[in-house]
């Protein structure tokens, strides 16, 4: 997703990640050091383990765990400068099962699309 | 006061699936009394095969170039044409009681407007429309929703709870651990998504979603318009009838359907000159639509298999038909037999033996694609009976609600109404019906188009995983009714196929890109 604002603003929201249910179609989000957890509209909530957070690089990685249904899990959020004073914001999901893998892609381009709206007004 | 309408679907049922088309199974008096009062199409065809996509056909009128759901797990956008809502606009109160899916069931995000509405217990969701004003999701009013079973974010599966929270394992488990359509087998003969459903019949979808819609019609005052989409689930795989009505239909004793190549070698024959991706399935290697549970192979599908899907299927069918009677004789009550419109069909067929194969697919021939379809115009209106054997599709269903409601033809909507006769679908540009596919489900990408017109299918498939774009399918549907002599490379016949495939591509709308996103497998 192309955000017309540049990169350390885009990471200033999208690297703190106890909020980014203010973007991401979430209820809420809860950090504790290396830990996060996650509770979706429906109630449900997952345990993520915080495997990157590089505010040099503008990478946020995290891994679900503690679910016995989703067998592997990492999912990456990159905010990349466009070299011409924009952001391009990268979402990307690895994951068994993988039919849920397209269920957060899907919600990762509503969040991503939420980020755009949300920083180009502001 | 106008025509009211009740628009009755079912979901994967087969055009013989009926009395009145033929079938010879399962009872349908109902059904068949409305086809002899009304209008019966034998050549119907859904613009796509599995359910999101040819349900948005109906709600749009539109292909499905046009209205961008191309797989299931494509949303129909929130701001797609309705015609729901040009109803309501027109005074009709409107309500959608059963399995809607516009929007995709794996939710867990819960982004979706029918899962927030089922999951909250609400009756609709309000969203400002392009006028500026509050307007109900996709003109429904009032949304009761089910779906195959007992999960799920819909208001059925609270229901269910409520009744007992136990009721809800009695069904089939539709997904398996991995989220994949479940391959497990069950009944009597080990065939795949069949189980013996231990829940009282007075608790089976199929009867609530009857329940609903006559609970619906009695809160509405006599005089008002109505536009009522009562859509059953069955008989959609899993097969899990109740356990009770089992009797109706013993297995044992039922023939193989025509469809149904008893001989291995002449089946694996039949299979090998369709395009590949036929055979690939058959043997196991090639799973392209998730419906289609991916770790079940069809060369396993038993005889005793196909004959105890096909029981199970038919008793839903009679279950079905007993459910609309029952809505049918409240309407009588009501004082408004006269005045309602009753349009009957589905969203596609399934294949339930036939090519040795079941569930459905990128297959486009009749076991898939001839759909059940009644139109029994009002009595009031004085429409004479009749048999329609040119080729119409659910899109032009929404022309059709249109003109019932004394309405033009809506802008958005890219075919006539049906027709109240042959003659009459000729003047209307009822010529041919086109149908498409999409895939691309784990880097599985299918892709065929469809023609049918002049007793003649012709399917070109789209370069993808398994095609290069030379390969099709061309079936003669009056001399070759199973569709089991596949013609496309016949020189023969040459010339006819690129005619059709010239009007097939002439006549089907522009794409509308860029495509909208997958976001969920169904």
């Given at each position: 997703m192309h955000i017309d604002r540049d990169p350390d603003t885009v990471w200033k929201l999208v690297g703190d990640l106890a909020r980014q249910h203010e973007w991401f179609p979430l209820a809420s989000c809860r950090v504790e050091g290396k830990k996060r957890w996650i509770t979706l509209r429906t109630g449900i909530t997952f345990e993520e383990d915080i495997v990157t957070h590089d505010h040099s690089l503008r990478r946020f990685q995290?891994?679900?765990?503690?679910?016995?249904?989703?067998?592997?899990?990492?999912?990456?959020?990159?905010?990349?400068?466009?070299g011409r004073g924009g952001s391009v914001v990268v979402y990307s999901t690895d994951m068994e099962p993988a039919a849920l893998a397209l269920v957060i892609g899907g919600a990762a381009g509503e969040g991503l699309a939420n980020l755009k709206r949300i920083l180009e007004l502001a | 006061m106008g025509r009211k309408i009740l628009f009755i679907t079912t979901d994967q049922q087969r055009y013989d699936a009926l009395g009145c088309n033929g079938g010879g199974i399962a009872r349908t008096p109902v059904i068949d009394a409305l086809a002899r009062s009304g209008i019966v199409y034998d050549r119907a065809h859904p613009q796509n095969v599995v359910c999101m996509p040819s349900r948005s056909t109906m709600l749009t009128g539109q292909h499905v170039s046009t209205h961008g759901v191309w797989m299931n797990g494509v949303p129909l956008s929130s701001d797609a044409p309705s015609i729901a809502s040009d109803l309501r606009r027109a005074g009709y109160r409107t309500a959608l009681i059963g399995k809607a899916h516009f929007e995709p069931f794996i939710d867990p995000f819960l982004r979706f407007a029918e899962n927030r509405i089922g999951s909250g217990g609400l009756e609709t969701e309000m969203i400002i429309g392009a006028d500026g004003l509050p307007a109900p999701h996709r003109g429904f009013e009032h949304f009761a929703l089910a779906t195959h079973g007992g999960l799920g974010p819909f208001h059925y599966a609270r229901w269910l709870r409520e009744k007992n929270p136990a009721a809800a394992a009695m069904f089939f488990q539709v997904l398996d651990q991995q989220l994949q359509v479940n391959a497990e087998g069950g009944g009597d003969t080990g065939a795949p998504q069949v189980k013996h459903n231990e829940i009282p019949r007075e608790w089976y979808h199929t009867e609530w979603v009857a329940?609903?819609?006559?609970?619906?019609?009695?809160?509405?005052?006599?005089?008002?318009?109505?536009?009522?989409?009562?859509?059953?689930?069955?008989?959609?795989?899993?097969?899990?009838?109740?356990?009770?009505?089992?009797?109706r239909v013993d297995w044992h004793e039922l023939d193989l359907p025509p469809g149904y190549i008893e001989d291995a070698a002449q089946r694996e024959r039949v299979l090998d000159d369709k395009p590949r991706h036929w055979r690939l399935w058959y043997d196991g290697t090639f799973v392209s639509n998730y419906e289609a549970p991916a770790k079940w192979v069809p060369n396993t599908l038993t005889a005793d298999n196909v004959r105890e899907i096909n029981a199970m299927a038919h008793i839903e069918n009679e279950l079905i038909d007993e459910a609309i009677g029952r809505v049918m004789t409240s309407i009588a009550a009501r004082g408004w037999g006269d005045d309602v419109d009753v349009l009957y069909t589905t969203d596609h067929g399934e294949l339930q033996g036939d090519f040795g194969l079941m569930f459905k697919g990128p297959y486009h021939v009749?076991?898939?694609?001839?759909?059940?379809?009644?139109?029994?115009?009002?009595?009031?209106?004085?429409?004479?009976?009749?048999?329609?054997?040119?080729?119409?599709?659910?899109?032009?269903?929404?022309?059709?609600?249109?003109?019932?409601a004394g309405l033009p033809q809506p802008d958005y909507a890219e075919s006539a109404r049906l027709p109240h006769d042959d003659r009459e679908a000729a003047s209307l540009g009822h010529e041919r019906v086109l149908t498409e596919w999409d895939s691309v489900l784990f880097g599985k990408i299918v892709g065929a188009r469809t023609v049918c017109r002049d007793g003649w299918v012709c399917t070109t498939m789209l370069p993808g995983t398994v095609h290069d774009g030379t390969e099709g399918e061309l079936y003669d549907l009056v001399h070759d009714p199973l569709q089991r002599v596949n013609l496309w490379h016949d020189p023969r016949h040459a010339a006819h196929r690129d005619a059709l495939l010239d009007d097939l591509w002439s006549s089907l709308p522009a794409r509308v890109l860029p495509l909208r996103p997958c976001d969920a497998p169904v």
């Open positions: 995290y891994r679900i765990v503690g679910n016995p249904g989703i067998t592997s899990h990492l999912g990456t959020c990159d905010v990349l400068d466009d | 329940d609903q819609t006559i609970a619906w019609l009695a809160t509405l005052p006599a005089d008002a318009d109505w536009f009522c989409w009562m859509s059953f689930p069955d008989p959609h795989h899993p097969w899990d009838p109740p356990k009770s009505e089992l009797g009749d076991s898939l694609m001839r759909l059940p379809l009644i139109w029994r115009p009002a009595a009031s209106a004085r429409v004479a009976p009749s048999r329609v054997s040119a080729p119409v599709g659910l899109v032009a269903l929404a022309s059709t609600f249109a003109s019932i």
